[in-house]
């Protein structure tokens, strides 16, 4: 303790002793998030110093000071057993915190922590494993460490990874109260999964606890099964023979993961075999992993290929059931050599002492080697050479043979037989094939060619492609294969090839020319220039069988004159609003030297237009140097746009050239689209009105919608008023322009009618407004006012009570002010109050004034005034006149009372007449 004296008194100081102080622990942690927690801070060597101003009678000490982590702890006290008592804020989040204390602004040492823990906590229970189309529980705990309610609810729930289980059924409460524990039950459904895997359960529970909130998770593993499979093995034979019994085994094994039950073994064979042994069995089980062998055999029936196959099938112990095991292997039955004769054929056309080929195949269509076999060929009309011929077959192996064979009668066909014959590999018996025949057609006589060439018409146009005919005859009994025919020109013309392109010459594909037969063909030319075109056509060719050349030849020719030539142009509006129609004129000029025939023009659009059918729709004929005219109907579609028309105008050459045609160069046309006009009162009207009253004028707004075709309005609307009449009036000379984005105001003058609702129209004929292009009708909707409602006229009366009147004394009178119309009365005030004697004289009036607020239609309201009568007055008389002005017209409205004289009696005098008192 240290005192010192100064001025006025003593100053005492109490001192922290030397050494510090140290800051050991803070209990009790952990503490709950959310709530406001005490804790006590335990150390050694906590003291405050304390300083007495015994002059100043004051006591000051040092402050305390503590915090954890981000926040500053509360309501710090140091008690006498030296702990620091404090409280943790409900602010502080979870987590572990360092804790700091300064006294006095010394920081102690030691920095203990402070752990502050979530309000609930979690337990997950879930199954060890969950089978392929099983469902679990999975089980949720959850606790409150809190004392107070904590609001809680689901954040999130999954299996990961994704694809082998989920979760259903999982609801939590909105709240826990204090220390309170629930277990919620949730199901755990497998997703059915080929592989399964591991997979971890998480579950998230977010908590709300004062101003904090957070999210707690649990999780637990679970092994998630893939769906059960059985295996199984089957060994057979490849080959087998027809009538031969040769056995097969196969094995059955189960997974691993889990025991099978009711499970069966079906073995089949169909076709070509059959079972001899069958070793199908069914409605036994197989532990986890273990295996089942089966032992049988194959029959042969007859030669083909058929299948052994092995089902298996089962029912798990949990879960799915495993997906049913097929499996098969193909048996091929053999059944031996199959000779067979085929592709027997001779030349069409042979001459008589000419040698031939005769062609045949031996095949072999058995599974067995056909050996020692031969093949035998006679022949009636003719000579074969040789008639036997030696070979062996492997099975499917074949052998192609050409023999020689010569015709000896003129006009006979040559009759050829053959057989094949041989011994089985396998069984050594013999074998044959069906035998073969066939004939040769009967010797001919050697080809001889003529050849006509003919213009298809004569004259044709500049250009025109004509036909050139080409007949050729075959006088001899050989057809000549592949003839050369080749057409050459002269003079004005050109030949075309395939391709159209102009040719000196043409070649034509080789073709046959049968024997005592005709074959017409064709070429195509053109005239280059008026004048004579001139051609010559020629064919060669070879005997087939005597080797001898053939040929002949022969010219044509046609006139060559000058075609028409069309010229096209157009004219049209140059905007058109979508939905409406206009019309385009084409103009077609013949600027050729022959005839134009079937005269037609057709449109051709782009963007948002149509073209309707042409009128007239054709011209029979045009000459040359003439002009005709069409009328091309052109509707705007949507949406708004740039478009183009052109016209096509195809026609018929005269000399039947084919086609001619000409274009028009585009017409460009805007597609605007319609006018889109609202109509609507720009101001309301007032709210009340009086009968016969003209309302002040109301603008009618005509507001027409940007990029659009501007509008016109062509008539005024229809104004329809409810209890009165109205006029509406146009700012112009109508037609009155609207342009697109722009807008127009009627003045509408209304004048209300007798007491009632008042509301006017105004509706637009379907002609009233119309776009500025082709006139076509624009719809404009109705347009109301506001209604109004219509009033009788104010009227104000007045009343006057009065009362006993005595020399000398205060009398109050009391005017009563009534409104017997419906319209409203404003700024009501006194215009008069005048009181004089029986002599004339005036006496004061003293008034309270009127309330304040607007009279409405059938109110009343009062004002009291005070009159102190004077000496020798004997009578008083009292005229008030009240005024106001009518809301709905601002006209004046007044009225006025008076009374007769009132008697003042003397003091202490007696009324004669009570009735004058009134």
């Not at 337990?123 to 460490?145: C, K, T």
């Not at 157009?570 to 013949?590: C, F, K, L, W, Y």
């Amino acid at each position: 303790m240290v005192c010192a004296l100064a001025f006025g008194g003593c100053v005492c100081d109490r001192h922290t002793p030397d050494g510090g102080f140290v800051l050991d622990a803070v209990a009790p942690s952990p503490v709950v998030a959310g709530v406001r927690a005490k804790v006590a801070l335990k150390g050694a060597g906590f003291r405050v110093s304390v300083r007495s101003d015994l002059g100043a009678k004051t006591v000051t000490s040092d402050s305390i000071s503590a915090s954890a982590g981000p926040a500053d702890l509360q309501a710090l006290v140091l008690r006498d057993d030296g702990l620091i008592d404090a409280v943790v804020p409900d602010t502080l989040e979870p987590g572990v915190w360092p804790v700091s204390l300064s006294i006095g602004g010394t920081a102690a040492g030691g920095t203990p922590a402070l752990e502050v823990v979530a309000p609930i906590e979690l337990a997950l229970h879930a199954p060890a494993d969950l089978a392929s189309g099983e469902s679990g529980a999975l089980v949720l705990d959850v606790s409150s460490r809190a004392p107070t309610q904590v609001h809680v609810s689901l954040e999130s729930q999954g299996v990961a990874p994704d694809g082998l289980a989920g979760i259903s059924g999982l609801s939590l409460p909105s709240s826990l109260e204090a220390d309170q524990t629930i277990s919620l039950t949730a199901s755990l459904d497998s997703l059915r999964s080929a592989a399964g895997g591991d997979t971890s359960i998480d579950v998230a529970v977010r908590w709300t606890l004062g101003p904090q909130t957070g999210v707690v998770h649990a999780s637990a593993p679970l092994r998630a099964l893939g769906q059960p499979a059985l295996s199984a093995s089957l060994d057979a034979p490849t080959e087998i023979e027809a009538g031969a019994d040769v056995p097969f085994s196969a094995a059955l094994t189960g997974p691993s993961s889990m025991a099978m039950g009711n499970v069966s073994a079906a073995f089949s064979a169909g076709g070509a075999a059959a079972l001899a042994n069958d070793p199908s069995t069914s409605g036994f089980a197989l532990a986890a992993g273990a295996g089942m062998p089966f032992q049988g055999s194959l029959h042969g029936v007859s030669a083909g290929v058929t299948s052994l196959r092995f089902v298996a099938r089962a029912t798990a112990e949990r879960g799915d059931a495993p997906p049913p095991l097929e499996l098969s292997r193909d048996v091929i039955v053999r059944a031996g050599p199959l000779p067979v004769l085929a592709s027997l054929s001779l030349p069409g056309q042979v001459e008589v002492g000419v040698p031939a080929v005769l062609h045949l195949q031996a095949r072999n269509d058995g599974d067995v080697a056909l050996t020692g076999a031969h093949v035998t060929v006679s022949a009636t009309d003719g000579l074969v050479s040789p008639g036997d011929v030696a070979l062996s077959l492997a099975p499917g192996e074949s052998a192609p043979l050409d023999l020689s064979f010569t015709p000896q009668t003129v006009g006979a066909p040559v009759q050829v037989t053959a057989n094949l014959s041989g011994v089985s590999a396998l069984s050594g018996r013999t074998v044959a094939a069906l035998p073969g025949s066939g004939a040769s057609a009967a010797a001919l006589r050697p080809a001889s060619l003529s050849l006509v060439a003919t213009a298809a018409q004569s004259p044709a146009s500049i250009g025109q492609a004509v036909q050139i005919a080409v007949h050729v005859t075959n006088g001899g009994g050989v057809t000549v294969p592949g003839a050369a025919v080749t057409v050459t020109a002269s003079g004005f013309a050109h030949m075309l090839d395939a391709g159209g392109n102009p040719v000196a010459s043409v070649s034509l594909p080789p073709m046959d020319i049968p024997g005592n037969a005709s074959v017409d063909t064709f070429v195509m030319a053109v005239g280059t220039a008026a004048g004579t075109a001139a051609f010559v056509a020629a064919v060669a060719g070879q005997d087939p069988i005597s080797g001898a050349a053939v040929s002949d030849s022969g010219g044509t020719g046609f006139a060559v004159q000058a075609g028409p030539l069309l010229s096209v142009s157009m004219s049209g509006p140059p905007r058109i609003v979508s939905g409406r129609s206009a019309t385009a004129d084409v103009q077609v000029q013949n600027q050729g030297g022959t005839l134009a025939l079937n005269v037609a023009p057709s449109a051709q659009v782009s963007g948002p237009i149509g073209a309707g059918s042409p009128a007239p729709a054709s011209v029979a004929s045009l000459a040359p140097g003439a002009t005709a005219h069409f009328s091309l109907p052109v509707v705007a579609n949507s949406p708004a746009g740039s478009a183009a028309l052109s016209a096509r105008v195809s026609a018929l050459d005269g000399n039947g050239a084919g086609p001619v045609s000409g274009t028009a160069p585009d017409l460009p046309i805007s597609v605007l689209d319609p006018p889109r006009v609202t109509a609507l009162f720009a101001a309301a009207l007032p709210s009340t009105a009086t009968e016969g009253q003209v309302l002040p004028a109301v603008t009618l707004h005509l507001a027409a919608a940007p990029s659009t075709a501007d509008a016109r309005l062509t008539a005024l609307p229809t104004l329809n008023v409810s209890n009165g009449t109205g006029t509406v009036q146009a700012p112009c000379t109508l037609p009155c322009a609207l342009p697109a984005g722009g807008s127009l105001d009627l003045s509408v003058q209304i004048t209300a009618a007798t007491a009632g609702t008042l509301q006017a129209t105004a509706t637009f004929p379907s002609s009233a407004v119309v776009d500025a292009e082709q006139q076509g009708a624009v719809s404009v909707g109705p347009a109301s006012t506001t209604a109004v409602q219509v009033q009788k006229a104010a009227a104000l009366s007045l009343q006057l009570q009065a009362p006993t009147l005595v020399e000398g004394f205060g009398a109050m009178f009391t005017a009563t002010i009534s409104n017997t119309g419906g319209a409203q009365v404003d700024s009501l005030g006194i215009e008069a109050l005048d009181v004089t004697d029986a002599g004339g004289a005036s006496v004061l009036a003293a008034t309270s004034g009127l309330p304040s607020g607007p009279l409405p239609g059938g109110g009343h309201v009062s004002f009291d005034f005070s009159v102190v009568p004077p000496r020798g007055a004997g009578t008083l008389t009292v005229v008030v006149r009240v005024a106001g002005l009518e809301t709905n017209t601002a006209e004046r409205r007044a009225s006025q009372t008076s009374s007769g004289p009132l008697p003042v009696l003397s003091p202490g005098g007696l009324v004669a007449d009570p009735a004058t008192l009134r």
